[in-house]
């Protein structure tokens, strides 16, 4: 999280917002998957993709955009333009965490069968 604020404050041009979406999809990712655990990494990756899209949809309605002026910090949660290469970079942030999670876990299994066997 700590990231992707550093790069919303301090990052610019086009790549600082292709990680910065990046990041807010990995962070929407570990909430799904805090919020369903029993779901399969695809239904959590799916579901943070989805949820991703419907907020960057929303923001051609203008919602997020007078919100963000009621309380300035929904700037960072809904955003206030549509950008269509954000639907982009939403999924490649939650498609790199999730090979990232499953590569952590199975060298976890790994590491663990190695010691239960040892």
């Known amino acids: 999280m700590a990231a992707g604020l550093a790069t919303a404050r301090y990052g610019s041009g086009a ?14 990712l ?20 989805a949820l991703c899209w ?6 051609l309605t203008g919602a997020p955009a007078a919100a963000a002026a009621v309380w300035p910090p929904l700037r960072y949660l809904l955003g ?4 269509a290469t954000d639907l982009l970079w939403y999924a490649v942030g939650v ?13 976890g299994g790994a590491r663990r069968a190695a010691v239960t066997r040892g």
């Open 15 to 28: 790549a600082a917002d292709a990680l910065g979406d990046a990041l807010y999809a990995v962070l929407v």
């Open 30 to 49: 570990l909430l799904v998957t805090l919020a369903v655990p029993r779901w399969s990494r695809p239904a959590q990756a799916g579901l943070a993709v």
């Open 54 to 59: 419907a907020v960057e949809m929303s923001q």
């Open 80 to 83: 206030t333009t549509f950008v």
């Open 95 to 107: 498609l790199l965490a999730s090979c990232g999670t499953l590569l952590a876990s199975r060298v």
